[in-house]
Structure formats: structure tokens, C-alpha cells
DNA sequence: TTTTGCATTAACAATCTTGTTAAACAAAAT
DNA sequence: ATTTTGTTTAACAAGATTGTTAATGCAAAA
């Protein structure tokens, strides 16, 4: 038992749940077409976790983690000066997002319909992030002091770039087919956006 | 018939049906419980509406009637110099989003999950847009042509402006609790977000 | 070889959800 | 007064979906 077989089908499940929930949404999912597409049998998947919503636990797990690292990426190097640490940051983020572009918006709506449920494990999360800005927001202070950029509250700062880099893979079903050639092209917009959103921030926290 | 019992108990289940499916989407959506909310039986509210899907398109139909009217917001005044013309459609898209908070989270939703339905709808939106930003675009050339402001893609500008605004909104709630004290007092918050908004943007168009 | 324990299947049970229908009802029109 | 038209209710039908179970297979351990 417990041989390669199993872990691979148990993986297979998994692998398909994982594009079901992201894309489907819990409400949405039918643990018969997950099965379906893992080609296992009805019953199978209930043998190997029981319940749908032990399931979708195991994704939600996974990708509140997921999520989490993300989150960290636009701290950027902390070696390198203040101005390239954040070109770097919003650079890994947009990357990251780039990567998993199904990833924030099953986490918002996540938590949008179940927020009890997320309470205790936010507020450590929380917790540490406020210390990890803290850091950040005394070499942003200092950097000012010095003239080199402008005074900026860090977490707004952190709100802007999510804003933009997610905003960009979330909306872009809804806004390709309205913006012409411009997305057209899905690398080269995406490169572009990455650049212009790089820009926008560097623009604000330029000293004038 | 026809009197005013009637159209308040049409519009009733309407009410309810546009809370129900605005936070929990089609899926998760149940009539029986959008019949429960309006104080009807839930063979009135197939009578009334004949299938879920129909009354969820009088919903759908309003909510993305409501969400185009909103991008037009982002054009501003164009009596005004183009300058305050972008601060002023800033600050109206903002707090368009702000009066409808539910609705970008719930148009992207449904857009994403069943993108077939709404090509249609969408070519001929993505028309009309096109030749409205064309005209903003000609006049931030020759704002641009005079040295006022940088030269910029309105569509690109556009996308930052909506981004930074409809995100505050969609993603509040998986903020708010790791944000600590910045999110405590919402109506603060907001404030807050909306000045940072319009800051970010102005920048991006200053002349360096 | 027999036993043990997990894996697998097929059939089924229970529940939920949407949607229908027939009958009762109310109000207005004839 | 009766017909007509639209409203409301209760009961039910159909189908989908999740989850269970009993029987069987199979591979390793004893």
C-alpha cells in the first residue's frame, strides 16, 4: 500500500480539484467532474477525502500559503538601495501573480463568503506582516530623511502595487475584449503593464 | 391586477435577489432562500420569474448596465483642464465603486465563468469605449504637445485608475484584518485611499 | 497458504434544488 | 350573477449531487 500508485492518484485528484475550485468556485465545482477529470472513480474521491469540503480544505490550505509568500515578494532585496528594492518588489510580485493568475480571486471570493472562517488565521498573519512593514517603512523613512524619496506610508504603498499588478490578471477576461489591440497581444501587454505599473510607483515616491 | 401589491412583490424578490446573487454569485445563489428573504412562497417567485436563469439575467443585465456607466465616470468633466478633468474622474469613479462595492467582484465573477455569454455585449461596448478614449487621448497629446502634462496611453491610465480604485473595494475584506489600525475606521480609510489614488495618478502624468 | 488490510467498484440512499401543476382564491369585467 | 383573468398555495415530480455500503480484488505479511 501507500505505493507510488496511490500517491500519484491521490495527486491526480488533487491536481483536478485544484482547477475546479480556481476555476469554478466551491458552489460551482461537482466533485463528479472532479473525479471525472482525475479518472478515478465517483466513489474514490470520497474514499480518499471523505467530503467535498475536506476536499476543497486541502486546496484552500495550499493556497492561502500560496498567497501569503506572495505578499512577501514585493518586500524586494533588502541589499539593495531603497529605489531598486522596490523595483524589484513590484517586479516578483507582478511575476508571481503572473504565474498563478486564478490565485486572487478565489482567495478574495473565499473569503468573501465564508470571512468567519479565516478570522484566527488572519490575525497572525496579520501580526507578522505589521512587523515586516515596520522595517520597511523605517528605511523608507530614513531614505526620505536623506532627500532621496518622498515620505510615503509603506502600506499604502504595498495597497497601490497590489492593486495594480492583481488588478491586471483578475480583470483581464473583462477588459480584453474592451481594450482593442492593446491587449492583443497577451505577453507583450503583459510586459508593458508590468513596466507601467513599475513606473507609476517609482513616479510615486520620487522626490520633486 | 397590476396594482401595487403586485409591483412591490416583483420588485421585492428583486431586491432579494440582487443581495443574494451579488454576494454569493449563480451558484451559490438559492431560490428557495431569495423567496424566504422577500417573505413569498417559492412557487411565486417561479411564477413571477419562470427560472433562476431569468431572474438572475434581469440582475445580470442591470449590474453590467450599471458597471459600463461607471467606466464612463473616469472620463470627468470635459469642460475642465484635462489636469482636473482626471482628478475629478478619479474621485467620481471612486466613489461610484464606493456607492457599489459589490458589483466589480460580481461582474468579473460571472464574466469569468461563462465568457461566451457576453461576447456580444462586449464588441460592441469595446466599440463605443474605443472611440470615446480616442478622443481623451487626442487631447492629452496636445496637452502633452504644450508641456503640461507627460505623454501617456489613456488606455494604460485608465486600467491604473481602475485598478486602484476598484481594487480598495474588492479586496477590502481580505485586508482589513491584516492591515491593522490603517483600516480600522472605514470611512477614514477611504478617505485616505481615494486622496492616495488621485496622487498616484497625477504623478504618472506630471512633467518631469 | 492463509490472513490481513487497503483499494476499487457498482449500486444505492438521502437530500437538496429547481421547477410544475392542479386547485383555491380574489378582483374586476361583462 | 357569472365569467374572466390573474394570483396564491400546497403538494409533488424530476433530476442532480453528495455521500455510503457491501462485495470484490489484490498485494504483502504471517
Known sequence: MDNQENKSKEQLILAAAEQEFLTKGYDGART????????????????????????????????????????????????????????????????????????PRFVINEIVSRPERYEVLYKRAGIVLNSVYNGLQAEIDRAAERGEIERVDVKMLFISIMSLNIFTFVAYPFME?????????RERFLAARKAENIETILRRIKKQ
Chains 1, 2 share one sequence.
Open 32 to 103: 463528479i467532474s472532479i473525479a471525472k477529470a482525475s479518472g478515478v472513480t465517483h466513489a474514490m474521491l470520497h474514499y480518499y477525502f471523505r467530503t467535498k469540503e475536506q476536499l476543497f480544505e486541502r486546496i484552500v490550505d495550499e493556497k492561502f500559503a500560496t498567497m501569503s509568500s506572495s505578499m512577501f515578494a514585493i518586500m524586494g532585496d533588502p541589499l539593495l538601495p531603497i529605489v531598486e528594492r522596490i523595483k524589484g518588489g513590484i517586479a516578483a510580485h507582478f511575476d508571481f501573480v503572473a504565474a498563478n493568475p486564478l490565485l
Open 177 to 185: 475584449p474592451i481594450m482593442g489591440e492593446l491587449m492583443a497581444d
